[in-house]
């Protein structure tokens, strides 16, 4: 006996896929609005809502800071906020020791997983040429390599991880090689908020000279 309703109610799905585009369109366009629409805070502003969240802030930003920075984000963002949130002393701080961690993470992740890598690739030449290369040069080698800005720090982390570079030498190559940058990035991200901002391209490109430099010497010895 009918009741009246359509056949097949209940078995078609929500949505058709037909309307699937539109409503990813209008979901797209509504995120966007928000965006332009939302009143954002200016530097000044962040910087009072950080210093309002107490002393729990720095220990916050730097576990953010440190996680991010193991997968493949970009560390000169955080860098960034973290001067921007922190200030100037106090973001420098943070931010290293968050690359510190951020580093030695990267490292031993990479060396966790790097067995099956290694037996794969470990009788050609041009690997092999490498890891010597990175493995006899030390902390002087990894330090040239984080000194050059356009090198990515999480994919560098895991190429020394999957190397037979030690951990020692490692960890200080890429605190000292960091530090510039950093430093650098960090009082960008203070004068942001209202300080005096150092040169920094001449800063980097201070750095990409050094590096470039060590990095050759590497190669050739």
Known sequence: MGLGFPR????????RRGAR???LAALVLACVAAALLTPVPGPARL???AEATGPAMPLVFFAVYA???TFPMPRTAFSLASGLLLGN????????????LAALLGFLLARRLRGDLMLRYRDRLPVQAVDQRITASGALGITSLRLIPVIPFAPLSYCCGVSS????????GSVVGSLPGTVAVVTLGDALAGSTPLPLVACYAAC????????????RG
Do not use: D, K
Request: overall charge positive; some cysteine; aromatic content about 6%.
């Open 165 to 172: 570079v030690r951990l020692r030498p490692y960890l200080v």
């Open 208 to 219: 990409a000279l050094l590096g470039g430099v060590g990095v050759y010497r590497m190669a």
């Open 67 to 69: 996680l991010c920075v």
């Open 47 to 49: 910087r009072e809502l």
């Open 21 to 23: 585009p539109y409503l």
């Open 8 to 15: 097949g109610t209940g078995r078609e799905p929500v949505v």
């Open 89 to 100: 002393a106090l973001g420098v701080l943070v931010a290293m020791a968050g690359t510190a």
